[in-house]
Structures are given as C-alpha cells and as structure tokens.
C-alpha cells in the first residue's frame, strides 16, 4: 500500500512541476520537486525492479521465510514436550492413585486407555 501511495505522490509532484516549468516559477522549487519525484517513484516501483533485475525474490524475503520455518519448527517442538509433559503427569497421577488403592485395576485400566488415546499413545 505504501508503494502504491508513493506512486500517487510522484505523479501529484509531477502536476505541480509541470505547473511551475509552465510558468517558469521557481527553478530551485522544481529542481527539488525533480528529485522528489525520483525519489517516489524510485521507491514506488522497487518491487518491479527487485523481480526484474534481483532474480524473481529479495533475499530479506528468503530470510524472513527461513526464520518463519525454524520459529514454527522450534513452536513444534516446545508443543510436543508440553504435551508429554501432561502426559507423564496424568500418567503418574493415575500410578499414584492406583498404589494408593483410591482406584481399582480395572480403572485405572480404562483411564489408562483413555489417557493413550488422548494423547495419540499406542500401546494398550
């Protein structure tokens, strides 16, 4: 959106240089206006020339996809631990309950199952 604004604005400067060179109002003011309009249109038409003449994509934009990649990797990651962290804790708490005797085999049995499950576990 700020490219397309900057192309607004040069065209805009454009006008009053044309203005002011019609009726020889000026010289210094055109001349800063000239310079201007380069600059805007410069930065305006970047993405053009970044896909022209930088080979189809900038190099910050292969970056920025990289660093996206490893923070959702490393996002992954703490999620997996995260998740067997719960794991360990429910699945020790059932072990407790169990050698207690506050839940019966068949149970703990049953919640065991249903904590694999929940978890995507195999194994029972």
């Known amino acids: 959106?700020?490219?397309l604004f900057s192309l607004g604005v040069a065209g805009l400067l454009l006008a009053v240089y044309k203005i002011l060179e019609y009726f020889h109002l000026f010289r210094i003011v055109q001349v800063?206006?000239?310079?201007?309009?380069?600059v805007a249109l410069c930065y305006g038409l970047s993405p053009i020339f970044n896909f022209f003449f930088g080979g189809g994509s900038s190099?910050?934009?292969s970056y920025k996809y990289s660093s996206d990649e490893e923070e959702k990797l490393k996002n992954e990651e703490a999620n997996k631990k995260i998740k067997e962290m719960e794991y360990k804790t429910k699945k020790s708490e059932l072990e407790w309950k169990r050698s207690a005797g506050n839940i019966t085999q068949r149970e703990y049995d049953n919640l065991m199952k249903d904590l694999n499950n929940e978890?995507?576990?195999?194994?029972w």
């Open 1 to 3: 959106m700020n490219k």
């Open 59 to 61: 190099g910050s934009s």
């Open 119 to 123: 978890y995507g576990k195999s194994g």
């Open 32 to 38: 800063i206006l000239v310079l201007a309009i380069f």
